[in-house]
């Protein structure tokens, strides 16, 4: 006789967030250092690879956890979708280790061409872990960087709520997958130039920790020499909750209700299988 499935347990969405995190940057870094480093490829390439990263990763995650993969996501599910507050921090720590643990395997892997490309692991190529303003080259200091991480993330999140909100004109549910990892290639494509479009806390403090550790010196700094890491952690949590209030304001209160599970929680039943 077929049993009903059980609710996923907490050790089980963090394990899913962590697997379907480290997808998304084991695509992401790897593209910027075969850009970077190898030559191979250009910044259509990252676009397109970070976006696919994130699509593979919300397939990855998205039954058991939600798939956020994003503690900006996180924060704003838990602020305006009655999310846990308890899985707030147990959920972005899952995400950066997982960010970290695909970074150092990207590390690891393109050590050889990251050596010849960069032998003093310098900012030359330390924009291939994590971000900088103005990408490491152009005039954009921190408070620059700073302003496009909160409008770039609350982009992200107005959209995301807008194409998983059931209750809109959303795409099936296997679909949806696809134009979230489409929304994150145009923030790319478009807002790309002041900072490298992080919009994700987890996807640059764990790759820059792990860039730190194995020979980037210059890690937590910009290349003004100012502390910079913690510019894409409060900026797109700041943003996160800016875009997903404006969802809220602008669109969300208009719409028919439906009892559907909100996007980015994990429903309170399964399916009898």
């Known amino acids: ?3 009903p499935r059980e609710v996923p ?4 969405e963090l394990a899913a967030e962590f697997a379907g995190t480290l997808i998304l940057i084991l695509f992401g870094t790897a593209v910027v250092a075969q ?3 190898g030559g191979v490829g250009g910044h259509d390439s990252i676009a397109w690879a970070w976006g696919l990263g994130v699509t593979l990763g919300v397939y990855t995650a998205g039954r058991i956890s939600g798939a956020h993969l994003n503690p900006a996501v996180t924060v704003a599910l838990a602020v305006f979708k009655g999310f846990a507050w308890r899985k707030v921090l147990p959920y972005s720590l899952a995400q950066t280790a997982g960010a ?3 970074a150092l395997l990207v590390r690891w892997n393109y050590s050889e061409v990251l050596a010849m490309a960069d032998p003093g692991h310098t900012i030359k190529t330390q924009g291939v872990f994590s971000t900088l303003p103005g990408n490491g080259a152009l005039p954009v200091h921190e408070w620059g960087a700073f302003r496009d991480q909160v409008i770039g993330t609350a982009i992200l999140l107005f959209l ?3 194409v998983t909100d059931l209750g ?3 795409p099936a549910a296997n679909l949806a997958p696809f134009v979230v990892g489409l929304i994150v290639v145009a923030i790319g494509m478009a807002w790309g130039t002041n900072a490298g479009y992080a919009i994700n806390p987890a996807r640059d403090f764990g790759p820059r920790l792990a860039s730190f550790l194995t020979g980037y010196g210059t890690a937590w700094r910009d290349q ?3 502390l910079y890491f913690w510019v894409p952690i409060v900026a797109p949590i700041i943003g996160g909750v800016l875009g997903a209030g404006l969802y809220q304001v602008l669109v969300a209160r208009f719409l028919p209700t439906t009892a559907e599970p909100e996007p980015g929680t994990v429903p309170a039943e399964r399916e009898v299988v």
């Open 168 to 170: 809109n004109n959303s």
């Open 9 to 12: 347990t907490l050790l089980g």
């Open 1 to 3: 006789m077929a049993r």
């Open 160 to 162: 995301v709520l807008a």
């Open 224 to 226: 003004y020499g100012n």
């Open 100 to 102: 970290f643990v695909a």
């Open 35 to 37: 850009v970077v480093a």
